[in-house]
C-alpha cells in the first residue's frame, strides 16, 4: 500500500470497540491510504458506498472520515466511494449477523470490481455473502501461549500478501487471548485456502486461516489468524513485540492490497485444465531431480494424496480416484481426486469428484471406498464422516466421463455397526467402522467393511444386499489375532483362482491371507506381507485376465517438508496379482510399465565383482528401471546401490545376503537430517538361487520387485543433485551380476481437454 493509492471503508456494527479505532489508525496511517468508518446501516441502506460530495466527519449516513480526500471517480465499473470494504471484528458477533442485510450491497460492491476484508470474527460470516456457502467451523477464543501466526501455502506464495516477507512462516502474535477462527474438519466450498497456522516452530496446517473468494470482478479476503492492532497487555510477560508488529503490517498490508486491484484471484480448480494448470505450478516450484515429486509414479496435481480408491475400467478407460485434500499437503478434509489413462502410463487429471456435503453424513470427509458396476451405472460406496460417526454412503453417476456423482438421498446405507459385536471405540470415532470392498456373485451383492473389535482385534466384516442400498450383516469374514492389530483398515476380498486373496491395512503393514471361502467365512491357508516398506491401502480391479493393484506410498519426511513441496503422497506403480504354479503370491509391474521407458543406457553382463571391489555401473539417473540378476558365488552379500553421489557421501543401499535378507538402508540416503532412516527388510528365499530384481528409482521412489515374488518399496529424498549414480560390490567373497539392464523412465501427464 505504499506504491499506490487505496480507499478503505472500515465497516462497525454499533461503537467502534478499541481493537477497532486502532485499525482504523493503522490503515489511516499508511502511506497513500485513506480510511472511513461505515456503519452497516448505512451499507444497508445503500447510502454508503456512492462518492460523496464532501467526505468530512458527519456524513449523512452517520460515518467519519480519516486521511485523504477521496477522488469523486469510483474504481472498475462503477465500485464507487472504495477500493476495499473491511470488517474487522475482535468480539464475538452472537445474535444476528449484520452482514446478512447489508448483502445486496456489498455483493453490488464485489460484481463493481470492490474488495471485502473479513478478519477475527468477522471471518465467520462469510456465508452471509453469495460467494460461501460452509463458514469457518471453529469460532472462538484462543489463549496463546506461544509465538502464533499464519503457515502459507507454497502453492501461493507469489501471492502479494507475501511480496515484503520471506518464507512461508510468519508469527504475528505472542501470547494473550485472541479470536480464534478459521476451518478445521471442514473447507470451503468455494475459496481456496491461503494459509493455515504456525505456532512456534510445529505447523498446525489443519487449522485454516486464511482463504480467498473470487467474487464478480472483485475478491473476498478472510482472515482467522491474530492480524491484531491494539497493543497487548505486558501482564508480567516479555514486552510487546515490534517485530511482530513489522510482520503484521506487511502481511496485512499485502492483503488490503491484493483487494484492491483482484486480478487473479486465487479460487479452487474446477476443471482439467484448471487441474493440469496446478500440476503445472507445483512443478515449476519444485525439485525435478533426486528426492524431488516422482514423475511416473501417479501423484496428485498438488495437495494431499493417501488411498487409491474407486478402481474402475470404464468406456474403456481407467479411472483412480484417491483420497485427496484440497486444502493443502496434509490429511484432513478427506474429498475424492481423480485421474484417468487409456493404457495405464499416460495420466490426466480430472477435477475433483466427490466432495463433503455441508449438511450430509460426509460432511467432515468422503473417505475410502470402492466402485462397482451396477448393471451399467457407474456406482461408489464410500465412508462418510460427520462428528464422531464414519458410515457407507452412496453415489451414482450417468457420466460417461464419471467426473459428476449423484449422492444417494438415503445415506447413509448402513446405520449402525452391529450392535453386539462389541466395535472399538475412540475418542476419535464413535465407532471404528469404515473401508468398503464389494463385489457381486450370484444375483447377490458382498460388502466387506473393515473394523476394530474392543478386545483389541481387527476383523473385517461381511454384509449381503439384493440393490446395494438395504444391507443384512451376516458376520465377520475373518477376525484377526492378538497381535494382528487393533484395527483392520482397507479390507479387500480378491478371486485368485483356485484361493481368495484377502489382504488388509492395520496401521503399519498390508498383511495377506489365502485361502478359500465357505459359508461367508474364510478358511486361511497362508498369509504374509504385500509389501515390506512404504506401501498401504491397496486396492485392486478386474481387468479381465489379470488382477491390477496400486497402494498408496507415504512420504517419509518431515511434515514441514511436505508442505514446504506443496504435495505429499504418490501411488505405487499398478502390479498383477496372481497365483503362482505353487499355490503362493507373485507380483510383477503391468506389462504397460514398460512403455516408460525412453532410452536404454546399461546392458551388462557376467560383470565379476570381486570382494570388496566396488563398480561403478553406467546406468546413472533420477529416474531409471533397473532389471537385474545377481549370483552370490562365494560372497556373504551384495549391494546395490542408488541414489549415489560420486564421494558417496549420498547413497541408498540393496543389500541381498546369503541368509536371503533384502535390505533398503535409509541411513545413509539424505543430507535431511529430517527424513526416516530406518532400514527396510524382507526375505527373499532361496539364497542358493540367482536374485532377479527389477528396481523403479523415481526421485524419491525405489520400488523392488524380487524373484517376480517379493515387493518392499521405499521412500528416500537425496538432497545433492548428483545423487544419480548406480554401483555395486560383494561383500565377503565374489559375486556375479549375471545380467544388469537400465532404461530411463519419463512420465507424461497428458494436456487436459474435455473429451468424455
Known sequence: ????????????????????????????ARDGAAVEVVSFDAL???????????????????????????????????????????????????????????????EAFLAAGGGLCLSLYAFAAVDALSVESVPPDRVGDDALGEPTGVLWRSLHA????????????????????????????????AGEPLASTVRGDTAVPEEVTVVSWPAGDGAVL????????????????????????????????????????????????????????????????????PGGRPAYHLTAPANWLNDPNGLI????????????????PYHNSIHWGHAVSDDLVTWRDEPVALAPSPDGPDRDGCWSGCAVDDDGTATLLYTGGAG?????????TDDPGLRSWEKYDGNPVIEAPPADLGVLETDAW??????????????????????????????????????????????????????????????????????RLFHVSDYENVV??????????????????LDHGDFYAPQSLDDGDRTLTWGWLPEARDVADQWDAGWSGALSLPRVIELGDDGGIRQRPAAEVTDLRTEQIADHRDVRLADGDRRRLDAAGATIEIDAEIALDDAEAVELSVFETPDRAEHTPIRYERDGTLTVDRAPSSGDSESFTDPQSMSVPPYDEPLSLRVFVDRSVVEIYANGRHCLTSRVYPTREDAVDVSAVAEGGRASLTRLTAWRLDGLMEPSHNSP
Open 1 to 28: 500500500m505504499t506504491d499506490t493509492s487505496i480507499r478503505v471503508g472500515l465497516l462497525v456494527d454499533g461503537d467502534p470497540t478499541a481493537e477497532q479505532r486502532a485499525a482504523e489508525a493503522w490503515i489511516g
Open 44 to 106: 444497508a441502506a445503500g447510502r454508503a458506498l456512492v462518492p460523496p460530495a464532501s467526505p468530512e466527519p458527519g456524513d449523512a449516513d452517520g460515518s467519519r472520515s480519516l486521511g485523504e480526500s477521496y477522488p469523486g471517480a469510483g474504481v472498475g465499473d462503477g465500485a464507487g466511494r472504495f477500493d476495499v470494504l473491511w470488517w474487522h471484528r475482535d468480539r464475538p458477533i452472537g445474535g444476528a449477523n449484520p452482514l446478512a442485510d447489508a448483502a445486496p450491497a456489498v
Open 158 to 189: 507469489d501471492h502479494p500478501a507475501l511480496d515484503a516477507l520471506d518464507g512461508l512462516r510468519h508469527p504475528l502474535r505472542r501470547r494473550g487471548t485472541v479470536p480464534g477462527v478459521r476451518y478445521e474438519r471442514v473447507l470451503p466450498r
Open 222 to 289: 478472510g482472515v482467522g489468524a491474530p492480524v491484531l492492532f491494539a497493543e497487548p497487555p505486558t501482564d508480567g510477560h516479555a514486552e510487546h513485540d515490534p517485530h511482530l508488529d513489522a510482520t503484521r503490517d506487511r502481511l496485512f498490508a499485502g492483503c488490503l492490497g491484493s483487494l484492491a486491484s483482484p486480478e487473479a484471484v486465487p479460487s479452487p480448480p474446477e476443471s482439467a485444465d484448471d487441474m493440469r494448470r496446478l500440476r503445472e505450478r507445483v512443478d515449476e516450484a519444485g525439485e525435478d531431480g
Open 313 to 328: 475400467r470404464w468406456n474403456g478407460r481407467y479411472h483412480v480416484f484417491y483420497q485427496y485434500n484440497p486444502g493443502g
Open 388 to 396: 464422531r460417526d464414519q458410515l457407507p454412503c452412496l453415489a451414482t
Open 430 to 499: 464413535r465407532a471404528e467402522f469404515r473401508d468398503h470392498n464389494v463385489w457381486r456373485e450370484d444375483g447377490t451383492w458382498y460388502h466387506l467393511v473393515g473394523t476394530g473389535l474392543s478386545d483389541g482385534r481387527g476383523a473385517a466384516l461381511l454384509y449381503t444386499a439384493d440393490d446395494l442400498r438395504e444391507w443384512t450383516y451376516e458376520g465377520p469374514l475373518l477376525t484377526g489375532g492378538p497381535d494382528a492389530g487393533a484395527v483392520w483398515e482397507c479390507p479387500e476380498l480378491l478371486d485368485l483362482g483356485d484361493r
Open 512 to 529: 495377506y491371507f489365502l485361502g478359500t471361502l465357505e459359508d461367508g467365512e474364510l478358511v486361511v491357508d497362508s498369509e504374509g506381507l
